[in-house]
C-alpha cells in the first residue's frame, strides 16, 4: 500500500500487512517520510524491502501470506 500525498501534504508511505494463520491481516509494517527524502523512485526501493519485512514477521508468527 502506498500513499503519495494523499493524508499529510509532503509526506510519503509505504506499507505492508502482516498476516495471521488463517490468512487474515493483523498488522502491518510501513516506512514513512517527507516527499524530499522519499521520493516516488525510492518507493520502488523501499516497497519490496517492506513487503519483505512483513512476509518474514507473518512467517515468524506462522501465519500465512494471502494471495
Do not use: Q, W, Y
Request: negative net charge; hydrophobic residues 40%; proline residues 6%.
Amino acid at each position: 500500500s502506498v500513499d503519495d500525498e494523499e493524508r499529510h501534504p509532503g509526506m510519503r508511505c509505504v506499507a505492508a500487512a502482516i498476516f495471521n494463520e488463517f490468512g487474515e491481516p493483523i498488522g502491518g509494517v510501513s516506512v514513512s517520510g517527507p516527499t524530499v527524502r522519499v521520493t516516488r523512485e525510492r518507493l520502488a526501493e523501499i516497497g519490496p524491502l517492506v513487503r519483505e519485512a512483513a512476509a518474514e514477521v507473518t512467517k515468524m508468527i506462522g501465519g500465512e501470506v494471502a494471495g
